[in-house]
């Protein structure tokens, strides 16, 4: 991690770490697991997330990055 991105880190919301805890109980990457129904994926992280803020956690984010141009153009804006 470099320093940049040590500035640009902010606490990440807990409906952010619920979605992505949920996302890691019912993917593998990007297949499906069919262990877990959305329900209790869901219900599984809610907890985990309250949990990890009673603790007394913090998790860092870096701020979403921009899609990158799959376009073989020149944006007009850009110099």
Do not use: C, I, W
């Not at 913090?58 to 850009?78: I, Q, Y």
Request: glycine share 4%.
């Amino acid at each position: 991690m470099t320093d940049d991105d040590k500035r640009t880190l902010h606490p990440a919301t807990a409906a952010e770490l619920e979605e992505t805890l949920s996302f890691a109980l019912r993917y593998a990457g990007k297949r499906r697991v069919h262990t877990a129904d959305d329900v209790m994926a869901r219900v599984t992280a809610e907890r985990l997330v309250q949990h990890l803020e009673r603790s007394g956690y913090v998790l860092m984010r870096r701020p979403t990055a921009s899609a990158p141009s799959t376009s073989g153009h020149r944006h007009p804006n850009s110099d």
